[in-house]
């Protein structure tokens, strides 16, 4: 998990500034029950059922429930994502009432995680089948001719077989459901790599990008069971209602003041510096930081409120008590690949299966820079004012990706506590 753009070693100079003091213009005001549209899948038992819970609970009409037909598996074709997903989705929004009202989808236990890329043809196969045949055949070489001193272009000439192998694959197309579906309403886009996100705080000068009118906030209450998902539920509403409270932890890797800048972690490593150093600013609760290549240890961080750290791939360190309310994300390259099989440790569904209420991931390698950058994401959280769904999508670099956000998009765990409020000019 590697690449930093050149956007963000120039971005992290503006992260002193004080959150209150940032001016975001989101679509409209701060994110509201009557803009959600919930999608549920019917094929899956419990779905509609949580779907129907969470509405009652925030208080969200049966108008703006869509009920879809559609896998129960984790991952959908991308044929059957636009033939029974996106088109049907599409098809409500476009109705009079909703276009100009609903700004945030809540996908529901149930729904896959991510679309395969697009079909290969019989010749893409077939020359697939070549290039890999021919990759092994390069390999052997070279690794004979390391033993001679002998490795002439082999070198090169196994590289441009493996550019051609990762085309053919299409592995840049593969995107998480909830990031494609945030694009449902723009038809103009390829599906090749990633689309800048025009909401990100980073991309406030960035010209080119896809209209804001186009782009939905998108989140997912999913987890490995009927009875996890209730439980998020519960825990959002109760910790809204007294103040999420409890400790944060920040886990980098290097020590504040000694960063290599030179490194392609540096620019993240540096924002979960500022992260803590926001979170503390705000006087909500005490913060601790770990600050070496080692991580959290097991057992050593009781009441665990909020967290953001790495890098342990797919293997969850049970360090946490998870207060309810709970929320964290681990940033590595596999850690929302599945919510349900039952062997992963894989962060997102350990973090859910032991007591967060919302966390964030990948369903396959992102890329370090394409994480929601640690102090605007928990910056503006600990701010009070926006929902979580908000405080994801300006902290997001891109959408048609990778990424999915887990929790109650209406999730504010500090409304009751506000300090300060930022400016909304």
């Not at 729904?111 to 043809?121: F, G, S």
């Not at 913060?287 to 080692?294: A, R």
């Not at 997102?348 to 390698?365: F, N, Q, R, S, Y």
Request: glycine share 8%.
């Amino acid at each position: 998990m590697t690449g930093v753009p050149d956007i963000f070693k120039w971005l992290v100079l503006f992260f002193a500034l004080s959150v209150a003091a940032w001016i975001f213009p989101l679509p409209g005001d701060a994110l509201e029950s009557g803009e959600i549209l919930v999608v549920a899948n019917e094929n899956v038992a419990g779905s509609t059922d949580l779907a129907r819970y969470y509405m009652k609970k925030r208080g969200i009409e049966e108008k703006d429930l869509i009920k879809l037909r559609v896998t129960g598996r984790e991952t959908i074709s991308r044929i059957d994502y636009e033939k029974k997903v996106a088109g049907p989705i599409r098809d409500r929004l476009g109705q009079k009432d909703r276009r100009a009202r609903i700004r945030c989808l809540l996908i529901m236990y149930g729904l896959p995680l991510k679309i395969d890329p697009p079909m290969r043809t019989k010749q893409e196969n077939d020359r697939l089948h070549v290039l890999k045949e021919k990759e092994r055949d390069v390999t052997e070489r070279l690794n004979k001719g390391k033993k001679v001193g002998v490795e002439g272009g082999l070198r090169n000439e196994r590289e441009e077989i493996q550019s051609e192998i990762k085309r053919l694959k299409r592995s840049d197309c593969l995107a998480s459901l909830d990031s494609e579906i945030s694009l449902v309403l723009e038809n103009n886009y390829g599906l090749d790599g990633w689309i800048p996100n025009p909401y990100f705080w980073g991309f406030k000068e960035k010209e080119g990008l896809i209209g804001r009118e186009n782009v939905l906030m998108v989140s997912r209450l999913d987890g490995p069971s009927e009875k996890i998902v209730k439980r998020m539920i519960d825990d959002t509403l109760q910790a809204e209602k007294r103040g999420l409270e409890g400790s944060a932890y920040f886990d980098a890797r290097w020590p504040d003041n000694d960063v290599p800048e030179d490194s392609a972690y540096a620019v993240y490593d540096r924002s979960i510096h500022l992260a803590a150093g926001r979170v503390k600013a705000s006087r909500r609760m005490e913060v601790s930081i770990e600050q070496t290549n080692d991580l959290f240890k097991p057992g050593e961080c009781p009441h665990a409120a909020l967290y953001c750290g790495w890098y342990s791939l797919a293997n969850y360190v049970d360090a946490f008590t998870w207060q309810p309310g709970a929320v964290g994300y681990h940033i590595a390259s596999g850690e929302c690949v599945t919510l349900r099989r039952k062997n992963s440790r894989a962060w997102c569904k350990m973090m859910l299966e032991k007591g967060v209420a919302a966390t964030i991931g990948p369903v396959d390698e992102p890329y370090v820079n394409a994480f929601p950058v640690p102090e605007i994401f928990f910056g503006f959280l600990v701010d009070g004012y926006l929902s979580l769904a908000e405080c994801y999508m300006i902290s997001l670099p891109y959408l048609s990706w990778k990424m999915v956000l887990i929790g109650d998009p209406l999730y504010k765990p500090f409304k009751n506590d506000t300090m300060r409020k930022p400016d909304r000019k």
